[in-house]
């Protein structure tokens, strides 16, 4: 019999509290190739505007940002379910990004708007300056009418298909300590109020869910605007009898999503 493969995810992020009316948020985000060590496994940095809870059955989600791999559940992913109405001939959803983020070298980056518009009630995503589309209102329940959190981070998926931690990359593979330059981050990081204006962001909370293997640091607000590094190298130390499946992704993608748990 083989072994059973489980699947664990890691964040480093931030976010609002749960307390709050939302309509959307905008930030930069600076482009990396991560690694991922084995496929099923995923490396990822995105937005999440969320309304509703897990536990109730009434959780909502829509999602954007670039990641190394995709996953399924209820709701649509990219363009491969029907939802998303795109309205950009410009945008490649689901399509490579290039060119990345070097380490010590120079910093690309994208910058994501997702906002509620108040008339329809659709919410709209826009990636740089070009207006990608929307989701109807009518997807969704508890995101009807605004949203209660939004996160913004790293996410990992890790198979523990050799009995330990995966060596799979969050952002740049780096700690945030090694800051501008060499961490990934999340920059001028703004949210959307019921007037479709831009305000600074409330009182942000930091989580990490291993620090040993990513992390995040202190939110800070300077000529970043509102702005965190996150990230980390995942397992750092070699194993003997173990080899390694590391392999650089061949692309990175846009990615956007909606999740509808019923």
């Known amino acids: 019999m083989g072994r059973r493969v489980f699947h664990i995810m890691y964040y480093a992020e931030v976010a ?3 307390q709050q009316k939302l309509y959307g948020t905008i930030a930069t985000i600076n482009v990396w190739e991560p690694v991922v ?17 897990y536990e109730t ?18 709701g649509g992913y990219n ?17 490579a ?19 509620k518009d108040p ?12 207006l990608a589309g929307y989701w109807p209102r009518e997807l969704f329940t508890t995101l009807g009418d605004h949203a209660r959190k939004i996160d913004w981070g790293g996410e990992i998926i890790d198979s523990e298909r050799f009995g330990r931690h995966t060596k799979t990359q969050m952002g740049s593979g780096r700690f945030p300590q090694e ?26 909370f930091t989580h990490a869910t291993n620090t040993a293997y990513y992390d995040v640091k202190n939110v800070h607000r300077d000529e970043l605007g509102t702005h965190f590094f ?22 990175l993608c846009l990615c956007f999503s909606f999740f509808i748990i019923i």
């Open 16 to 18: 609002t509290d749960s």
């Open 37 to 53: 060590e084995n496929s099923g496994e995923l490396s990822l940095a995105q937005v999440w505007i969320t309304s509703g809870d």
């Open 57 to 74: 059955k009434d959780l909502n989600t829509i999602e954007v940002g670039w990641q190394s791999d995709g996953y399924n559940t209820t």
């Open 79 to 95: 363009l491969h379910d029907p939802g998303f109405v795109q309205t950009s001939s410009e945008v490649v959803l689901g399509g």
């Open 97 to 115: 990004i290039s060119p990345v983020s070097s380490i010590g070298g120079r910093q690309f980056e994208m910058t994501i708007l997702v906002w």
């Open 119 to 130: 008339r329809s009630g659709n919410w709209w995503l826009r990636v740089g300056t070009d």
């Open 179 to 204: 800051g501008f330059g060499n961490a990934s981050y999340f920059r001028n990081i703004q949210v959307v109020d019921h007037t479709c204006s831009f305000q600074p962001t409330p009182e942000l």
């Open 230 to 251: 996150y990230g980390g190298p995942g397992f750092g130390h070699t194993q003997s009898g173990v080899v390694s499946l590391s392999l650089s992704q061949f692309f």
